[in-house]
T-cell receptor, first 107, second 114 residues
């Protein structure tokens, strides 16, 4: 089956720093999403981005489907950005989640 | 518009007890599913439904039952709770199948079986 890998696994930033999170997938996909799992465990939708680039405030995402990767950019990070970031691809009847990037933003 | 609502948020059960985790969505989505999240295992699909009256098993269905009598609701039943079912449970819904549409997840239910 398809493999979804994320890097880096862990990231510590000072407040105000920028970061790039990467998601690689081993097969072509029609559906890719980014989620933020906050410290309370909630899964928050960030982007639905099968291809192209989207921006939402300090966050933006780019998916290059032909090269099988997606990037999530976080600019001017805040402590509320802490948590785990997942990418997930949809395959027939289920979503396959990546391994996650655990982000900690220090004040 | 509440999205996907799960209840309860937290639950402690004794081994052998039964309970139902509730999931409701108000987006008129046809596809609904249940996942469990365990450390080191990621999110794994338990059961899913492609519409009212239609359900099917996912990767880890043993010990769980589901039914889908309405488009809005998709409850997950634990018949006889076991410590191995200690996990965080997420309900998800989407307009169409996961291969083609955006998923929305509930806030999760943290279940502990003692």
């Amino acid at each position: 089956g398809i493999q979804v890998e994320q890097s880096p696994p862990d990231l510590i930033l000072q407040e105000g720093a920028n970061s790039t999170l990467r998601c690689n997938f081993s097969d072509s996909v029609n559906n890719l999403q980014w989620f933020h799992q906050n410290p309370w465990g909630q899964l928050i939708n960030l982007f639905y981005i099968p291809s192209g680039t989207k921006q939402n405030g300090r966050l933006s995402a780019t998916t290059v489907a032909t090269e099988r990767y997606s990037l999530l950019y976080i600019s001017s990070s805040q402590t509320t950005d802490s948590g785990v970031y997942f990418c997930a691809v949809g395959r027939t009847y289920k979503y396959i989640f990546g391994t996650g990037t655990r982000l900690k933003v220090l004040a | 518009n509440a999205g996907v609502t799960q209840t309860p948020k937290f639950q402690v059960l004794k081994t052998g007890q039964s309970m139902t985790l509730q999931c409701a969505q108000d987006m008129n989505h046809e596809y609904m599913s249940w996942y469990r999240q365990d450390p080191g295992m990621g999110l794994r699909l338990i059961h899913y439904s492609v519409g009212a009256g239609i359900t099917d098993q996912g990767e880890v269905p043993n010990g769980y039952n589901v039914s889908r009598s309405t488009t809005e609701d998709f409850p997950l039943r634990l018949l006889s709770a076991a410590p191995s079912q200690t996990s965080v449970y997420f309900c998800a819904s989407s307009y169409g199948m996961p291969g083609n549409t955006e998923a929305f997840f509930g806030q999760g239910t943290r279940l502990t079986v003692v």
